[in-house]
């Protein structure tokens, strides 16, 4: 038995999301908090900076795999692709309305203001423990296994 992948940018795009966005927002968010001298307000700028970054290069993997499955003809809406449309419409999501708020609470504590409480955080760490969740199950999909010693 043999296994194949017959779109293997989208396989290495998939796998280095999962990475980032599990360094990042599983590790990075709160582990930046703990290193010594580290204030809320220099914490969160440094944070906004890495977010921003993040969804960047998330939208980068995110048009490699478009590209590949719209090149392999892929169908859009199989059930194999809907578990990589629904990270593609939560990173939609985050892009236009998580991230601006969470954005702009951040910029209230930078400026000595404390905002009303929110559960923006929350919303935006289930989101990536969908993507997370959805992206490896999509990546898996993207393996084939191949029996070449017995015919079909």
Request: hydrophobic share 55%; charged share 10%.
């Amino acid at each position: 038995m043999t296994v194949q992948v017959k779109s293997p940018i989208a396989v290495v795009s998939v796998f280095m999301w999962v990475g980032f966005v599990c360094t990042i927002s599983f590790m990075e968010a709160w582990l930046k908090f703990q290193a010594p001298g580290i204030t809320l307000p220099l914490g969160l700028g440094i944070g906004r900076l890495v977010f921003d970054a993040l969804n960047k290069v998330e939208w980068i993997f995110a048009i490699a795999i478009v590209i590949q499955l719209v090149s392999y003809k892929a169908p859009l809406l199989s059930t194999k692709t809907i578990a990589f449309l629904l990270p593609l419409l939560l990173l939609f999501i985050q892009t236009i309305w998580l991230l601006p708020a969470l954005d702009a609470r951040a910029e209230m504590y930078i400026q000595d203001t404390t905002p009303p409480a929110s559960n923006l955080h929350f919303y935006y760490a289930g989101a990536e423990v969908i993507k997370v969740i959805c992206l490896l199950i999509y990546g898996i999909t993207l393996f084939k296994k191949t029996d070449h010693g017995k015919s079909n």
